[in-house]
């Protein structure tokens, strides 16, 4: 007779491996755009406690691989573009990452029900480990990598991709979120930023899906797993995990689903959940 996995899940102690899932921007990260020593510090401890720490972001690789290298984390896994690309950090390859899974989605319905509605609006299709091709250029900053912009729309619906962001500066997120539900985006995943941004991801692709197939992967029992975001990018891996906390400048939709609410971004409310993994014990015998 088949056991059920719950009934054979170790204790977590100091011995045990986590995996560790944590969202950058408004969470690791200020919104000035630096991470805090204390942060970068707790991380490191965190790390030598037998956790596997994985990037989780709706950033490109590109993108990613600055704040990891400001962590320190050369080795172990990230998850880029909300869940489509997840890459294995090895410092012996030309950009320090191997890409080691992809999923990708036909871009040509969603962005021509878009900009039906909203002609005027930046798009762009993530160009994997180059930038994006968008249709105009975006802001400087907001886009990590190389811009190529296109000579006709058609083209940024030319070939499969990872990711499609849609911007409308004069726009707010409650547009965007009642625009999705009335053109009856069902065949993508989204999630609806703070800035006028939407950020399409292929069918049934989250952060929480990548994450879970690192976990089967690395052998760790799903009560171990944490995660720690403030975006509705976020809600499905705060969902997904054995315990999970928001941030304090989280939405209330994200703040609802997790099991604890921390401090905000600027305060390094991350920090309360990152000591809470660190072992004494274990740091003082390394």
């Known amino acids: 007779m088949t056991r059920d996995p719950a009934s ?3 204790p977590l102690d100091r011995d045990a491996w986590r995996l560790v899932g944590l969202d950058i921007d408004g969470t690791l990260m200020h919104w000035g755009g630096d991470i805090s020593d204390a942060v970068v510090e707790a991380v490191e401890k965190v790390r030598m406690c ?3 720490v994985i990037l ?4 490109t690789v590109i993108g990613t691989m600055p704040v990891l290298e400001r962590l320190g984390i050369r080795r172990g896994w990230a998850v880029c573009a ?4 997840t890459v294995k950090l090895n410092p012996q390859t030309p950009g320090g990452y191997d890409i080691v899974e992809t999923t990708t989605f036909d871009p040509t319905a969603a962005l021509e029900l878009i900009r039906q509605e909203m002609p005027d609006a930046f798009f762009a299709v993530e160009d994997l480990g180059v930038g994006f091709r968008v249709n105009r250029e975006f802001p400087m900053g907001e886009l990590d990598g190389r811009q190529i912009v296109v000579d006709s729309f058609e083209e940024l619906a030319s070939q499969e991709v990872t990711r499609v962001v849609i911007r409308k500066p004069d726009a707010d997120v409650s547009h965007f979120d009642s625009l999705v539900h009335r053109i009856g985006l069902n065949d993508v995943t989204y999630a609806v930023g703070y800035s006028a941004w939407l950020d399409l991801t292929p069918p049934n692709v989250t952060k929480a899906s990548a994450l879970e197939a690192l976990r089967r992967q690395l052998g760790v029992y799903p009560d171990h797993t944490v995660a720690v975001g403030d975006g509705n990018n976020d809600i499905d891996m705060l969902r997904w995990a054995g315990f999970s906390a928001a941030m304090g ?5 994200v703040r609802a689903v997790a099991d604890q609410v921390v401090g905000s971004v600027d305060e390094d409310g991350v920090l309360e959940v990152l000591h809470t993994l660190i072992d004494p014990e ?3 015998v390394l």
């Not at 989780?56 to 950033?59: D, E, S």
């Not at 400048?249 to 939709?253: K, M, Q």
Request: glycine share 10%; net charge positive; charged share 25%.
């Open 50 to 52: 037998r956790s596997h």
């Open 56 to 59: 989780a972001t709706g950033r």
């Open 282 to 284: 274990r740091l003082a």
């Open 8 to 10: 054979m899940r170790p």
């Open 82 to 85: 909300n869940g489509a690309v």
């Open 249 to 253: 400048n989280a939405p209330d939709a």
